[in-house]
């Protein structure tokens, strides 16, 4: 009986063996396909990864509206405490999405379709400002002198057609944002908040029944560690660019800088990326105020951006942030580095909880090997 069940277990391993080895052949043998087949899913269930992330972002404040709704006087909203707080954060999302709509988004689009017209002018004024240097001068020494030859015979309007431009921006947003999407990925997040609590607890229940006991707390351990360092990190730091932003914008606007809005709201987005960000952002900064503003403009305009970076890093983001992560700059660095490498700007953004999470397995690896090791040896004594 064992003999047959031996060779049972054999014939079914060898089995399941050439089935996975005629499926990677068949996945590689149409490649293209399967690339399609990869993109189409994820097409399919990107509105509902957009859900989870809108309801993610939108978790804190449900759960503190709720905190106060079930303090009510009234039965009836302690009893619907749930429901009503995910309705009033919704009415606040949708009352703050039409300001920026209405009011804020045509500034920053009038700004940047003015700076995207002018480009072509104040590339040609700044070929004319280098060309009126003295011949003796540094930037027309050497290698710099051949840079800017090319530079002279770079036609930029080619590249900076209005129309273009626009027409790229209206085909990627209609790709990313269709309004069936957006009403399935809206619908799914209210789905999420509403029902958290039954969703947590199945996956709960199911990790349980999958896993050893010891492996299920060690899980549970790491999944409320992580998930609370990258909700505290993904709130603080889009709360922290918007004050960013509107500081950047408020004092450039005072300086009589062109493009203010365009620029405060870049610093404001490109300052959620730690320590590269606001290098980025402050030297394409710089020069578009240098080109549209002159040097002088600039050189306050440098000033004056440093200073409200200082004052964001020492005191208003450690006030949003409240805990630190407490991972050291260098680590920081290696981290928005790698991410930018692989993945772009959203690697960059990402990288920082990504690595604070990866930074605590590690630490807790070694301090159960450093544990354990030091029992072996007392046991040895």
Same mark, same amino acid.
């Given at each position: 009986?064992?003999?047959?069940?031996?060779?049972?277990?054999?014939?079914?391993?060898?089995?399941?063996?050439?089935?996975?080895?005629?499926?990677?052949?068949?996945?590689?043998?149409?490649?293209?396909?399967?690339?399609?087949?990869?993109?189409?899913?994820?097409?399919?269930?990107?509105?509902?990864?957009?859900?989870?992330?809108?309801?993610?972002?939108?978790?804190?404040?449900?759960?503190?509206?709720?905190?106060?709704?079930?303090?009510?006087?009234?039965?009836?909203?302690?009893?619907?405490?749930?429901?009503?707080?995910?309705?009033?954060?919704?009415?606040?999302?949708?009352?703050?999405?039409?300001?920026?709509?209405?009011?804020?988004?045509?500034?920053?689009?009038?700004?940047?379709?003015?700076?995207?017209?002018? +480009?072509?002018?104040? *590339?040609?004024?700044? /070929?004319?400002? !280098?060309?009126? %240097?003295? &011949?003796? =001068?540094? #930037?027309?020494?050497?290698?710099?002198?051949?840079?800017?030859?090319?530079?002279?015979?770079?036609?930029?309007?080619?590249?900076?057609?209005?129309?273009?431009?626009?027409?790229?921006?209206?085909?990627?947003?209609?790709?990313?944002?269709? +309004?069936?999407?957006? *009403?399935?990925?809206? /619908?799914?997040? !209210?789905?999420? %908040?509403? &029902?958290? =609590?039954? #969703?947590?607890?199945?996956?709960?229940?199911?990790?349980?029944?999958?896993?050893?006991?010891?492996?299920?707390?060690?899980?549970?351990?790491?999944?409320?560690?992580?998930?609370?360092?990258?909700?505290?990190?993904?709130?603080?730091?889009?709360?922290?660019?918007?004050?960013?932003?509107?500081?950047?914008? !408020?004092?450039?606007?005072?300086?009589?800088?062109?493009?203010?809005?365009?620029?405060?709201?870049?610093?404001?987005?490109?300052?959620?990326?730690?320590?590269?960000?606001?290098?980025?952002?402050?030297?394409?900064?710089?020069?578009?105020?240098?080109?549209?503003?002159?040097?002088?403009?600039?050189?306050?305009?440098?000033?004056?951006?440093?200073?409200?970076?200082?004052?964001?890093?020492?005191?208003?983001?450690?006030?949003?942030?409240?805990?630190?992560?407490?991972?050291?700059?260098?680590?920081?660095?290696?981290?928005?580095?790698?991410?930018?490498?692989?993945?772009?700007?959203?690697?960059?953004?990402?990288?920082?909880?990504?690595?604070?999470?990866?930074?605590?397995?590690?630490?807790?690896?070694?301090?159960?090997?450093?544990?354990?090791?030091?029992?072996?040896?007392?046991?040895?004594?």
């Amino acid at each position: 009986m064992n003999e047959i069940k031996s060779h049972w277990k054999k014939w079914v391993y060898w089995f399941l063996f050439s089935v996975a080895v005629i499926i990677v052949y068949k996945a590689f043998d149409n490649f293209t396909d399967v690339l399609n087949a990869i993109g189409t899913f994820f097409g399919v269930i990107t509105p509902f990864l957009v859900g989870i992330f809108i309801a993610y972002l939108l978790y804190l404040p449900c759960r503190k509206i709720e905190k106060h709704l079930n303090n009510s006087k009234f039965r009836f909203v302690r009893a619907k405490s749930r429901i009503l707080s995910v309705a009033i954060v919704y009415i606040i999302t949708l009352l703050l999405l039409v300001v920026l709509i209405m009011f804020i988004f045509p500034i920053i689009l009038q700004g940047v379709k003015d700076l995207i017209i002018n +480009i072509p002018t104040y *590339f040609e004024q700044t /070929v004319q400002r !280098i060309n009126d %240097l003295p &011949e003796d =001068s540094f #930037i027309k020494s050497g290698a710099m002198d051949q840079m800017l030859e090319a530079l002279k015979n770079f036609d930029i309007k080619q590249y900076f057609q209005l129309d273009k431009i626009l027409g790229y921006v209206s085909s990627a947003i209609s790709a990313v944002f269709s +309004i069936v999407d957006v *009403f399935i990925a809206v /619908v799914v997040s !209210i789905y999420i %908040l509403v &029902e958290r =609590s039954q #969703i947590l607890n199945f996956l709960r229940k199911f990790v349980y029944a999958v896993f050893p006991e010891k492996t299920y707390y060690i899980i549970e351990k790491y999944f409320h560690s992580s998930n609370e360092i990258f909700f505290r990190f993904i709130t603080s730091q889009f709360l922290d660019a918007i004050i960013v932003g509107s500081l950047v914008t !408020i004092a450039l606007f005072i300086m009589g800088v062109e493009y203010a809005p365009v620029l405060g709201f870049f610093i404001g987005l490109f300052n959620m990326i730690p320590y590269f960000g606001a290098i980025i952002a402050t030297v394409i900064s710089a020069i578009i105020v240098w080109i549209t503003g002159g040097l002088s403009q600039v050189i306050w305009m440098v000033i004056v951006v440093i200073i409200l970076q200082q004052i964001d890093a020492n005191i208003i983001n450690p006030k949003i942030v409240g805990k630190s992560l407490k991972i050291s700059p260098l680590l920081v660095i290696f981290s928005v580095t790698v991410g930018g490498a692989f993945f772009g700007v959203f690697g960059m953004f990402i990288a920082v909880p990504i690595i604070a999470v990866v930074k605590i397995l590690v630490e807790d690896y070694v301090d159960y090997k450093l544990a354990m090791k030091l029992a072996n040896e007392e046991q040895e004594d």
